[in-house]
């Protein structure tokens, strides 16, 4: 995992400029290169997430369409 992270890092440091202005798809092409290999689910949940133990529940965000 900590090596996907320095994949990442160094992608964005690659090219600054393309991540000026960030978009759904390139959060999802950093987030591609820190899973890649973990078997972790690739994209955005659409549901609520928790916390395991507690009652707590984050607010869904409607933010991203």
Same mark, same amino acid.
């Given at each position: 995992?900590?090596?996907?992270? #320095? #994949?990442?890092? &160094?992608? !964005? %440091?690659? &090219?600054? =400029?393309?991540?000026?202005?960030? $978009?759904?798809? *390139?959060? *999802? *092409?950093?987030?591609? @290169?820190? !899973?890649? +290999? @973990?078997? !972790? %689910?690739? +994209?955005?949940? #659409? $549901?609520?997430?928790?916390?395991?133990?507690?009652? %707590?529940?984050? =607010? @869904?965000?409607? %933010?991203?369409?």
């Amino acid at each position: 995992m900590i090596l996907n992270h #320095k #994949k990442a890092f &160094d992608f !964005v %440091y690659t &090219d600054p =400029k393309y991540f000026k202005k960030l $978009s759904i798809s *390139e959060i *999802e *092409e950093i987030h591609g @290169l820190i !899973v890649n +290999g @973990l078997d !972790v %689910y690739f +994209g955005l949940r #659409k $549901s609520r997430v928790g916390i395991t133990g507690t009652n %707590y529940r984050p =607010k @869904l965000t409607t %933010y991203l369409k």
